[in-house]
């Protein structure tokens, strides 16, 4: 997984353990041990193209890729570099990592999670640039899904709301512990949801979300590749 070294990547790191993960590939801009010998720390700068590249020799095999590095910068839109600066790690990073490792979920016909945001459906004004690169990873995670299912790769998006990390901590708003995130991914996984909401304030939106207008247009629009094939 990318971003593993705080907040909701190193609890999910830490759930992996816990449900009895054999390996887990912790992968971070700056690589820390960890105490249990089933994490290999990876460096990974997500818009390093070498970097990524490497992944495909480091990684021996993978069921689960999830996809966590992000960026979150306060701003109003009047610097392009910073708009650009989001869209480089947080669309075109898990593209990239995607990429690179299909490969290896091909052959074990496993699972990409895209750790996304509310911000990806409604902009969040103090966070536009982050919204904007979180709105087009979405819609990244939508392609992948319908490009992916008939190749036997399942792809998840985690619609979270605000979690108590280091992104989001100076926002004056209830956030969610990382732990209990971390657990509702991997159940939300297991149970099949490709849109999970892992925290109160984003479950509130997930009644009739499966039947909703959002998910009934992205089927509709996965069966014009099923009807080309």
């Given at each position: ?5 705080r907040?909701?990547?190193?609890a ?16 971070m ?6 105490p ?8 990974l700068?997500?818009?390093?193209t ?23 910068v ?13 869209l ?5 990073g ?46 990244l995670?939508?392609?992948?899904r ?14 979270a709301?605000?979690v ?27 149970a099949?949801?490709?849109d999970?909401?892992?925290?109160p ?27 080309a094939?």
């Open positions: 997984m990318t971003g593993a070294n907040g909701i990547g190193r999910i790191v830490d759930e992996a353990l816990h449900r009895g993960a054999q390996r887990v590939y912790a992968a801009r700056r690589p820390v041990p960890h249990d010998a089933r994490v290999i720390p990876l460096p700068d997500v818009t390093d070498a970097q990524v590249q490497a992944l495909a020799d480091r990684v021996v095999e993978l069921d689960m890729l999830v996809n966590n590095a992000g960026v979150s306060l701003d109003d839109l009047g610097e392009r570099s910073v708009l650009e600066q989001h480089a790690v947080n669309l075109f898990p593209y990239a990592v995607t990429q690179t490792l299909l490969p290896h979920l091909l052959l074990s016909r496993g699972t990409v999670v895209n750790v996304l945001s509310l911000a990806s459906l409604a902009s969040v004004p103090v966070m536009p640039a982050y919204s904007i690169s979180k709105a087009a990873a979405y819609s995670t939508q392609s992948q319908g490009l992916l299912a008939p190749q036997g790769v399942r792809v998840h998006a985690v619609l709301g605000p108590d990390t280091d992104m989001v901590r100076d926002l004056p708003v209830l956030k969610a512990d990382p732990a209990s995130v971390a657990r509702a991914i991997f159940d939300g996984v297991a099949g949801a490709e999970i909401f892992p925290d304030l984003s479950a509130s939106i997930e009644p009739g979300w499966a039947t909703g207008p959002i998910r009934t247009l992205e089927q509709a629009n996965a069966a014009l590749l099923r009807a094939a």
